[in-house]
């Protein structure tokens, strides 16, 4: 998979910019607050329409402008591709894929798949389970659209259903429709469950040799996916997993009614991480948080070659910075076999050792790079 060419208008700090990537490994090197980050949120954009840093559309647009374009060329499943994403501050995002306007933003990500490594994911070991389970959808939206129609429509019943918990006093009536909102989230729950189960097997067994292998000491690193309790088996058909989501459902009726809010379902679920047999939360040491982060996003790549046949694009942003020195060796050594772009501060013995085209971000501008 390869990211050809992308044309920024209006997004974030960029007015009018264009960039060409060549095969292997692109730097993108700046000082801070140039617009590195920005681009990489905009290739990011393109596998589905969802930013990782953005709380609401506005924040891409660029001020005073009504919209936001993002215009690509991507090689994929051996032909070419034109995305074109238009971004208005109101309404709903559109996107063309080949001329075609696209029904559904997940659709996106049947084109273009990318793995992305932020400073923010060293934190992921240290996070609540949330962090995990964003981990966990933004894979899996990729991989499987289904996945993300589930997870939108589970998402969207939650809601409704934390509405009507919260509302049932001022408006008891209703009370009556919320047995049809459990019965809907298992069903699309149990779908969730189970591509989530899958994905969790394959992501431990990948992880567990890429942490050995960076830390060169034997480091166990183990992921078990944790749901509900109810739930014997989360690789169980969907009709199993939805009876089971039922009974702790209904088991958790009262418990519901009298906190107001939701208490059961994959909303819940975590990834529950161990170094050495201590849970990596609690106990894990500065190098092996990093490194088990490090771990669990090339495990990430490696699913999507197996699953794909081709790698997706790499994005590493400011990474070099927050590794030691034995760590940042593994990460340039493991940029080989597809496209990767790395954002950076550091303009010289490190990006030598990468041996990519380097391009200078500044002020929203984009120019080659004399290293």
Known sequence: MQLEAIRLSHFRNYQDASLSFPEGVTILAGENAQGKTNLLEAIFLLTGGRSWRAGKRGDLISFHQSQAQIQAKVFSRQREFRMDLTLPRTGKLQSIVNGVKQKRQ????????????????????????????RFLDTALCQLRPRYALALGEYNKLLEHKAKILRMQEENPSLLAVLPDFTRRMAECGAAVIRYRAFFAEKLAREAYQIQQTIS?????????????????????????IEGWLLEHAESHEKAELAAGQCLTGPHKDDLLLTVNGSAARGFA???????????????????????????????????????????????????????????????????????????????????????
């Open 216 to 240: 060169g000491c034997g480091e166990e690193l183990l992921a078990e996916y944790q749901t509900v309790s109810t739930v014997k088996d989360p690789k169980a058909s969907e009709e199993a």
């Open 106 to 133: 997940s659709d996106l990500s049947e084109v273009f798949r990318c793995v992305l490594f932020s400073p923010e994911d060293l934190y992921l070991i240290r996070e609540g389970p949330a962090a995990r389970r």
């Open 285 to 371: 040491s500065q190098g092996q948080t990093r490194t088990a982060a490090l771990a669990l996003k090339f495990a990430e790549r490696e699913i999507f070659k197996d699953d794909q046949g081709e790698y997706p694009v790499m994005l590493l942003d400011d990474v070099l910075s927050e590794l030691d020195s034995r760590r940042q060796e593994y990460l340039i050594g493991k940029t080989g076999g597809g496209q990767v772009i790395i954002t950076c501060c550091e303009r010289t013995q490190r990006l030598r050792q990468l041996q990519g085209a380097a391009f200078l971000v500044e002020g929203g501008t984009i120019a080659p790079l004399n290293q």
